[in-house]
C-alpha cells in the first residue's frame, strides 16, 4: 500500500520556523521527484517546493531564500524546513510523489500550517 505521511505542521508566529516531514512506503522513494504544494481554501494548489530523484531543488519564487527542500533517501523522507514564515503562508501542506517516466502520481492528506501575525 502507497503511503505518504505528513507531520510537522502547526501554529507558529511570523518570522517563525517549522519544518515538515513527508514520509513514504509502498514504492521506489529514489526514483520518484517529491514536492511539497499547498492549499488556502477557496484557492488552487500551488507548488512550493520539490527535489528530484537527482536531488536537485526548485521553489516558488515566494518562498526562496526562507524554504529549504531535503531528502533522505535512507529514510524515504523528505524534510520542508520553513523559515521566516508570513501569514501568507499559512495553507495545508500535502507531500506530492511523482515519477516523470510513468507519471505515477502519489498525494499524502496534508498538514496545516498556521502563521499568525
Known amino acids: 500500500e502507497v503511503q505518504l505521511v505528513e507531520s510537522g505542521g502547526g501554529l507558529v508566529q511570523t518570522g517563525g520556523s517549522l519544518r515538515l516531514s513527508c514520509t513514504a512506503s509502498?514504492?521506489?522513494?529514489?526514483?520518484?521527484?517529491i514536492g511539497w504544494f499547498r492549499q488556502v481554501s477557496g484557492k488552487e494548489r500551488e507548488g512550493v517546493a520539490q527535489?528530484?530523484?537527482?536531488?536537485?531543488?526548485d521553489y516558488a519564487d515566494s518562498v526562496k531564500g526562507r524554504f529549504t527542500i531535503s531528502r533522505d533517501n535512507a529514510k524515504n523522507t523528505v524534510y520542508l524546513q520553513m523559515n521566516s514564515l508570513k501569514p501568507e503562508d499559512t495553507a495545508v501542506y500535502y507531500c506530492?510523489?511523482?515519477?516523470?517516466?510513468?507519471?505515477?502520481?502519489?498525494w499524502g492528506q496534508g498538514t496545516q500550517v498556521t502563521v499568525s501575525s
Open positions: 527535489v528530484l530523484s537527482s536531488s536537485g531543488t
Open positions: 506530492n510523489a511523482y515519477h516523470i517516466h510513468t507519471q505515477q502520481n502519489y
Open positions: 509502498g514504492f521506489t522513494f529514489d526514483d520518484y521527484t
